[in-house]
Nanobody, 128 residues
Framework: QMRLVESGGGLVQSGGSLRLRCAAS????????IAWFRQAPGKEREGVSV????????YYADSVKGRFSMSTDNVKNTVDLIMLRLNPEDPAVYYC?????????????????????WGQGTQVTVSS
């Protein structure tokens, strides 16, 4: 059974850091794109970053480039989102999602409806 479970959310001061974890069970990471999305109240869901298991590439939204990075562990089947210098634009529920690698995986990674598997989400709150 394919399952994604996020953890690591919480409350952090502005400028602080958090590390989120997506634990994937039932997946072989080599064949999947594992992405992080976020959704703040009243806003659309936004693609934050993606790790592509076929070639190890990763992509990031402009809003998080230089602050967020990803780390993977193929043994544990985890994809971590490392978030630095968190600011008031970052609070949201963060979700990890998975889809089979597609031909357009480089250009469509941020399209949420293409993902077939979703975790339950983890809340990130940033205090000023």
């Amino acid at each position: 059974q394919m399952r994604l479970v996020e953890s690591g959310g919480g409350l952090v001061q502005s400028g602080g850091s958090l590390r989120l974890r997506c634990a994937a069970s039932g997946f072989i990471l080599d064949y999947y794109s594992i992405a992080w999305f976020r959704q703040a109240p009243g806003k659309e869901r936004e693609g934050v970053s993606v790790f592509n298991g076929n070639d190890g590439s990763s992509y990031y939204a402009d809003s998080v480039k230089g602050r967020f990075s990803m780390s993977t562990d193929n043994v544990k089947n985890t994809v971590d989102l490392i978030m630095l210098r968190l600011n008031p634009e970052d609070p949201a529920v963060y979700y990890c999602a998975a889809k089979r690698i597609s031909p357009a995986y480089r250009s469509s990674w941020y399209i949420d409806y293409e993902y077939d598997y979703w975790g339950q989400g983890t809340q990130v709150t940033v205090s000023s």
